[in-house]
């Protein structure tokens, strides 16, 4: 597919094409979901004309098992989770979701755009990552973006079936035409091959070895920073699963961080409920990982001591202040803002 958008596409138009054949009672079809589950899912289901149904995370910031089932109701068609989810970095607890998809009737679409190609590396090297994949009964798809970990170049992401008949309720099949039947089986017809071969290419360079020793590096990098934010008066992190990662400070503001941080030429990505950094971890010469830290240490340094007042923005598309933003962007805000307001 094109991308994590295109691929959670798939997963839900193919899970509610299998509602209208397999429960046609319904006419206002529900999925339910953490909060922590991706926009794009919420922008398919718009596209879909599907109801989200979000359920509240629990205090550590891990889906709550217990308020997604008693949110399951007569409209429910579907499950969503995640592996990892983007605002933490947790993987959902997709077990306990596959019992309840069975239990109810409902198709279990996983997320895992972000840990799709680096997770299994990870298990591999040791870390703990629970199931997530159709190892688990009751999981029907599974989007998962080459173009993050798997390294294609861009855009590139899949869509994973649990067998033909899964994936057959995402076919559109065009009878009435002129040329004859048209059958698609995804949301764009043309794509680019280039993507493709780059991602072909590499997985053939690499081998499952290379994948292996990338996670590897990640995993260095990741417990690096962890050790780091320890030792930093007033940051602390929280455990993840898999390649993301999150800093949080509790002494002070967290958007001082990301402001004397971009200072410093690192841009940096946010999570706003809780305030927090969002790191997407990436290989990086041992010099560079070095010079992070140290910037991180002497930016807190500096906010300790008064010394520093900009502030950065918690934003998930890197946008630093307003006069970054493209003037689109700010018209398209602006717009929103007056409808929101009568």
């Not at 071969?197 to 990338?214: S, T």
């Not at 002070?252 to 990505?269: P, S």
């Not at 906010?303 to 689109?328: F, H, M, N, T």
């Not at 700010?330 to 307001?341: G, T």
Request: with cysteine; glycine share 10%; aromatic share 8%.
């Amino acid at each position: 597919t094109s991308g994590g958008t295109e691929s959670n596409y798939c997963g839900l138009h193919a899970m509610r094409a299998w509602a209208r054949e397999q429960k046609p009672q319904i006419d206002q079809p529900e999925i339910v979901a953490p909060y922590s589950t991706h926009s794009t899912v919420h922008k398919t289901a718009k596209y879909l004309d599907l109801k989200v149904v979000t359920v509240p995370q629990l205090e550590d910031l891990t889906a709550d098992v217990d308020a997604l089932a008693a949110a399951i109701g007569p409209n429910t068609i579907g499950i969503v989770g995640s592996a990892p989810n983007w605002p933490y970095g947790h993987v959902d607890p997709i077990e306990a979701f596959g019992k309840l998809a069975i239990e109810h009737d409902l198709w279990l679409h996983v997320d895992a755009c972000v840990g799709g190609y680096i997770l299994p590396f990870m298990r591999e090297l040791g870390e703990d990552i629970p199931p997530y994949d159709f190892s688990v009964p009751g999981v029907r798809s599974i989007s998962a973006d080459l173009h993050k970990y798997g390294y294609a170049p861009k855009p590139c992401s899949t869509v994973l079936w649990r067998s033909q008949e899964e994936q057959g309720y995402h076919y559109v099949p065009i009878t009435e035409w002129a040329c004859g039947l048209y059958l698609s089986q995804s949301f764009i017809g043309s794509r680019p091959l280039g993507p493709v071969a780059g991602i072909w290419a590499l997985m053939h360079y690499w081998g499952r070895e290379g994948y292996l020793e990338n996670a590897r590096n990640l995993l260095h990098i990741k417990r690096s920073i962890t050790e780091a934010c320890e030792r930093i008066e007033g940051l602390r992190t929280w455990p993840t699963q898999g390649p993301l990662m999150m800093i949080a400070a509790d002494d002070y503001n967290i958007q001082l961080v990301v402001g004397g941080m971009e200072e410093k030429g690192w841009r940096l990505l946010g999570v706003n409920n809780p305030p927090a950094i969002h790191l997407t971890l990436d290989v990086m010469e041992e010099a560079d990982l070095q010079r992070f830290i140290d910037d991180l240490d002497e930016v807190c340094g500096r906010i300790r001591s008064g010394d520093l007042q900009e502030e950065g923005l918690l934003s998930y598309g890197g946008v630093g202040a307003e006069e970054d933003a493209p003037k689109w962007l700010l018209s398209a805000v602006e717009i929103m803002e007056q409808k929101a307001n009568g």
